[in-house]
């Protein structure tokens, strides 16, 4: 074991993290009316951050900055001071990044790079010589140690982990890649509507501290605000930017119907095991659930529950979220419902997401299309 | 060090004799209850949730497993800069040291833990009982009774009565008599093992009773309580009402499992304004396939399950196959049911692997073929080989 102060060349403890949060979250619609897209809820008990912060502590990074943009007191309720995640440490552990609003209120806000220029200091003084940009729209379990194997052995100036895609869907948008034989990227595409390539970013890229400082003065200097659209693409005839390959599970969350879909596909054993317990466990926050009750004459199969519900009618194909209370004789069906929503008796619903604390009434019926779903606002009662 | 008003003392060194193969590696208050928790996360949250902040834990029979499990005291909010949760096993001192022989012993040989915190009272309780209560109700009923002390008892059924520690009270609930389980009762109020002292008076009488007996059990039932009631200190009884369970008994481990289960149980674990604390392991959600059948049974993260569990308690990790059943039984974490595996009335023990077609506690032996109910219990860590036939009753490992 190498000791965890020191800076050690190729260790992993020489590795710091920053989860880029400035990302637009409207397609979400009502989901993310109070929230950032970091802290919607995903897989019946998990934020979507919690997918990137575990895979760096899994990976061995324990020095990890959120950069926030809006709307993040709900991702700082959940977060905390990072207990959860073991990122309560005395030295590095998690750093809350704030926007760069905070400190030019006047200036309007051009994008992303403006947030890391504002944590510039952050990012200066950690002890780490490499760091790995993440966002939480992409969720997997990625181990990032083989990554920056291949990044040091084959002297790669930015590594970007990318996924080959059997499937795409056409209500998502993607961040392409064309590399040539050697993985070398030699095209990039932010959500192109033609000229699609097979392989698609996973938002994770690892490079040297002292370049990312360089990029981002280079960026600025020119007026280019864009973390991908300038500080990557605009850099890949000039640098050695290469791609790492991704095998396992991975959900682009991009729209309304990836996020329903993609929520729903974790009923498929595989993919649950690829995200659940392949490369360590995923991490969140803590509630003290009481284990979840089936109740008599309950009828539940093909779902994934978290803990603290209380299911007394039928549910099929759904996902639950903590604290779900399912009534006598209501049929629920392809539906995820959020944490402590109440679905009243003979209440009927299919297709549709449920908020949290949503109560539906007795003897209600809400249908959405398997391919567009029926959103329910937070705390609504129907 | 700012004083605390009440300091609680919780016994957790016993060894669960009756409870057989689950305390062969563990101590009684660290035995799973309840599909998530363990027997010390009740008193222990009752203490947070009664607003105490000091309490000391005193270990004896095979601690590790407890000492990891508490830990700083976090799980419990009893992580604090004064106080928290302390582990008190027994030590050395400058005369030699011994273990505890009792309970009183235990507390009596940590006086300068409790003198650290200058209490005005101390909070006496017991790590393995199954409960939701607010201490501080009954240091409210302890001051307005200008009490001594002050024992936490229950109404019991009268014909359960020699089972346990009767008091006998006037009508103010002054008790005038202890009767240690008696033949006659004259009442049914028993004693839950819960006490609240005036620390200067229960302090006085452990030194005495150290100094001065040197054969003395060091226990609060025969020595302590007894010489107390002989010098006439004001002692009343705090009725506690609602769900109260000693699980000292494999019968009352898996009977307090069942009661967990039904429409609405008495004891409700789910209830948000009184949250019983755990380590919390960090699992995935539940999963139930498509073939899963799922009837009257509790169930906790990260077990999948494939097959049929019916009247059941199911710990983290457990794992279910396709075609396996299991009815009316405790399933502790992280074992695995095989595909045709049928269990009836059993506790399974942590990591057991039950292959495929096996037969837990389905058939009754011949010669156990009275009407009584028979728990199988199958203890930590064993393998039932595939086919096998354990019969009810029976205790494996």
């Not at chain 1, 978290?306 to 399912?326: P, T």
């Not at chain 2, 009257?296 to 396709?322: A, E, R």
Request: charged share 25%; aromatic share 10%; proline share 4%.
């Amino acid at each position: 074991m190498t000791p965890i102060y020191k800076k050690g060349g190729t260790n992993m403890n020489n590795v710091m993290a920053i989860i880029n949060n400035a990302l637009d979250e409207s397609f979400l619609e009502k989901l993310t009316g109070h929230r950032s897209l970091a802290s919607v809820p995903f897989g019946a008990r998990y934020r979507l951050i919690d997918f990137p912060l575990s895979n760096l502590v899994n990976s061995g990074v324990t020095n990890v900055g959120l950069l926030l943009q809006t709307k993040y007191r709900s991702l700082m309720d959940h977060i905390g001071f990072g207990k959860a995640w073991d990122l309560d440490r005395k030295r590095n552990g998690l750093f809350i990044l704030p926007p760069a609003h905070i400190y030019q209120a006047n200036r309007a806000y051009k994008g992303d790079l403006q947030n890391f220029a504002s944590n510039i200091d952050y990012i200066k003084r950690s002890n780490q010589e490499y760091v790995i940009i993440g966002s939480p729209s992409v969720i997997a379990n990625i181990d990032y140690r083989d990554a920056f194997k291949y990044h040091i052995e084959n002297d790669n100036d930015i590594t970007i982990i990318y996924r080959e895609l059997d499937v795409f869907r056409r209500d998502t948008t993607y961040t392409v890649i064309n590399t040539d034989d050697n993985d070398r990227i030699i095209d990039m595409k932010v959500d192109p509507k033609k000229n699609f390539f097979k392989k698609i970013s996973l938002q994770r890229y690892l490079m040297k501290k002292e370049l990312l400082l360089d990029i981002i003065d280079n960026c600025i200097s020119k007026g280019e605000w864009d973390f991908v659209k300038n500080a990557i693409i605009g850099n890949l005839n000039n640098l050695k930017v290469y791609g790492y390959p991704f095998r396992s599970y991975a959900a682009v969350i991009n729209s309304i119907n990836g996020y329903y879909k993609s929520n729903l596909e974790l009923l498929k054993p595989n993919v649950w095991q690829d995200l659940f317990l392949k490369n360590g466990p995923i991490y969140t926050k803590p509630k003290d659930e009481a284990p979840t009750a089936y109740k008599n004459g309950v009828n539940a199969r093909n779902i994934l529950a978290a803990n603290g519900c209380s299911i007394e009618g039928e549910v099929k194909n759904s996902v639950l979220f903590r604290g779900v209370k399912v009534h006598p004789g209501a049929v629920i069906k392809n539906s995820i419902i959020m944490q402590k929503s109440e679905i009243g008796s003979n209440a009927h619903l299919e297709n549709v997401i449920l908020d949290k604390g949503v109560q539906i009434t007795a003897d209600k019926s809400l249908k959405g299309d398997t391919n567009l779903p029926m959103i329910i606002g937070k705390n609504t009662i129907v | 060090m700012p004083q605390e008003e009440m300091v609680a003392m919780l016994l957790a060194g016993g060894k669960g004799t009756r409870l057989g193969v689950l305390t062969k590696n563990i101590a009684k208050p660290a035995v799973p209850f309840g599909a998530e928790y363990r027997l010390i996360d009740f008193p222990l949250s009752n203490c947070t949730n009664s607003g105490i902040n000091t309490v000391g834990v005193l270990t004896q029979y095979k601690p590790l497993v407890l000492n990891s499990y508490i830990g700083n005291g976090s799980s419990w909010d009893l992580d604090r800069n004064n106080g928290g949760v302390t582990v008190l096993p027994p030590y050395v001192k400058e005369g030699g040291g011994s273990w505890y022989k009792g309970t009183a012993d235990a507390i009596y040989q940590n006086i300068e833990f409790i003198d650290l915190h200058d209490p005005e009272y101390v909070l006496v309780l017991s790590g393995d009982h199954i409960y939701k209560m607010d201490y501080e109700e009954m240091l409210n009923y302890h001051k307005s009774k200008n009490a001594d002390i002050t024992i936490g008892v229950l109404e019991v059924p009268w014909e359960e009565t020699h089972r346990f520690g009767i008091m006998n009270t006037n009508q103010e609930q002054k008790i005038i008599e202890f009767q240690e389980k008696p033949e006659n009762a004259k009442n049914n109020l028993a004693s839950m093992g819960i006490y609240i002292f005036d620390w200067q008076h229960l302090r006085k009488y452990l030194i005495a009773e150290a100094e001065e007996n040197e054969d003395s059990a060091g226990d609060f039932g025969h020595n302590i309580i007894p010489k107390m009631m002989a010098d006439q200190l004001n002692f009343f009884a705090y009725t506690f009402e609602g769900y109260w369970k000693d699980v000292g008994t494999v019968e009352s481990y898996w009977q307090a499992h069942m009661d967990l289960l039904g429409k609405s149980p008495e004891l409700d674990l789910q209830d948000r304004n009184w949250i019983i604390y755990s380590v919390n392991p960090n699992r995935p959600p539940q999963y139930l396939s498509e073939d899963a059948v799922v009837d009257n049974s509790m169930i906790n993260k990260g077990t999948q399950i494939m097959g049929t569990v019916k009247n059941s308690v199911l710990f983290y990790g457990v794992k279910v196959t396709q075609g396996a059943v299991v009815e009316d039984s405790v399933i502790l974490p992280n074992t695995r049911i095989s595909s045709g595996a049928k269990i009836k009335n059993t506790i399974v023990g942590r990591n057991v692997i039950i292959e495929k077609n096996s037969k837990v506690g389905i058939e009754i032996d011949d010669k156990n073929a009275d009407n009584e109910l028979k728990i199988t219990v199958i203890g930590d860590d064993e393998v039932i080989p595939e086919a096998s036939n354990i019969k009810a009753g029976m205790v494996v490992g």
